[in-house]
């Protein structure tokens, strides 16, 4: 039986962080995008009626599940990109069935919180 990963609409780009050390001694890090891209399933995820601010929830951080198709070289310490968005992910990878999927929660967090 295999395991539904969504309706994979979305191109999204994962991304590993990768430093440099300069002579002095000093790091520097960027993200350098990891191929190949991937069709993903990415939703929103919105609070219900029952849902508020002190259950864990936070708009401002606007979480967001990803489901895509089994890959091993996504970890924890990755981001994600798509539509203009950039995302850390917070949650997972989960592999979903016997390596069809994998599912993780991200977030992306508001111009007044720390870069993901």
Known sequence: MRVPIGKRD???TFQCRSGTQSASGAWTYTWADVEPQEYCEALDI??????????????????CRIRCLY?????????????????KIVSGPAELGRRQGLEMLCEELSTEGEAP
């Not at 936070?58 to 979480?63: E, G, H, N, S, V």
């Not at 890959?71 to 995302?87: A, E, N, S, Y």
Request: aromatic fraction near 2%.
């Open 10 to 12: 979305t191109l999204v």
């Open 46 to 63: 919105l609070p219900s009626r029952a849902e508020s601010m002190g259950d864990n929830i936070d708009i401002a951080r606007r979480p």
């Open 71 to 87: 890959r091993d070289d996504v970890t924890p310490d990755m981001r994600v990109t798509f539509d203009g968005r950039t995302l």
